[in-house]
C-alpha cells in the first residue's frame, strides 16, 4: 500500500526470496469473503449491522463495534478505508474495552467534529491533529492507512504520507495526554488488545486489512 523507494523496489526485483519473506511477515485481517477472525464486543459472531460488500467491511447499520480475536501491541497495520458523506468512525488499538488511542476516520467537510483539528481524519483522537495538508481522498473515494505502533513510538500515515507522530515517554505526550479525555485512563494506550473498528452510527468501509507484528 506504502509506495517503495526505487532503490529497494531494485533490490526486491533482484532479489524475489526477500519480498516473499517479506510477504510472510504479514498476516492478513480479512479474507474479503467472511468475518472469520472478528467478533463482536462481547465475543460474539459478527452477524447485524456490519456486512461484506464487494470485498469490503461495510457498517451497514447499527451493529457495535468490531474487534480482532487476536492482541496486537508492537505492530505495523494498513488497511483501506472509505467513509461515508457526514460520516464519523475510527480504527483503536492497545483498547481497554472500547477505549484506547484511535486513528481518526471522518469526512472533514460535513462532520461536525471536525471543528476540533484532532478529531479530523488520520488524527491521534483527542491528542494530536494531522495537518490540514495532509493527502486524503474525497468522500467516496478509497484512502490508504498506515499505524506503526512500536514500544512508545506511535505514526499514523495517510496515502503514503507520515501525518502524525508521537511518542509516549516524552513530555510532549504527557501534556497532551493531560489535556484529553483520557487523562483518566490508567495505563491508557499501553496494552496489548484487539484491533477495534468503530460503529459510530454512521457507514464506514474497510478493506485491505493486514498487520506484521514487530518485536
Not at 494498513?78 to 480504527?91: A, C, D, L, Q, T
Not at 462532520?111 to 478529531?119: E, G, L, R, V
Not at 499505524?147 to 507520515?162: Q, R
Request: glycine share 8%; hydrophobic share 35%.
Amino acid at each position: 500500500m506504502i509506495q517503495l523507494p526505487k532503490f529497494l523496489l531494485c533490490l526486491l526485483l533482484l532479489n524475489p526470496a526477500a519480498m516473499a519473506d517479506d510477504q510472510e511477515e504479514w498476516t492478513s485481517l480479512f479474507d474479503g469473503k467472511t468475518f472469520n477472525g472478528w467478533t463482536t464486543m462481547k465475543g460474539k459472531p459478527v452477524t447485524n449491522g456490519w456486512k461484506v460488500v464487494d470485498g469490503a467491511m461495510h457498517r451497514a447499520s447499527a451493529g457495535g463495534d468490531i474487534i480482532t480475536e487476536a492482541k496486537f501491541k508492537d505492530f505495523i497495520l494498513e488497511f483501506e478505508w472509505k467513509i461515508s458523506e457526514g460520516g464519523n468512525s475510527g480504527v483503536k488499538y492497545r483498547v481497554q474495552g472500547a477505549t484506547g488511542i484511535e486513528y481518526q476516520v471522518l469526512d472533514d467537510q460535513k462532520h461536525a467534529d471536525s471543528k476540533n483539528p484532532t478529531h479530523r481524519a488520520a488524527s491521534f483522537y483527542d491528542l494530536l491533529a494531522a495537518p490540514d495538508s495532509k493527502p486524503i481522498k474525497p468522500v467516496g473515494e478509497w484512502n490508504q492507512a498506515r499505524i506503526v505502533a512500536k514500544g512508545p513510538k506511535l505514526e499514523h500515515w495517510l496515502n503514503g504520507t507520515l501525518v502524525a507522530e508521537l511518542d509516549q515517554s516524552s513530555d510532549d505526550w504527557k501534556t497532551r495526554f493531560e489535556s484529553s479525555k483520557y487523562k483518566k485512563v490508567e495505563n491508557f494506550g499501553t496494552p496489548a488488545s484487539p484491533i477495534l473498528l468503530q460503529d459510530h452510527r454512521d457507514p464506514v468501509w474497510f478493506r485491505n486489512l493486514r498487520i506484521k507484528e514487530l518485536k
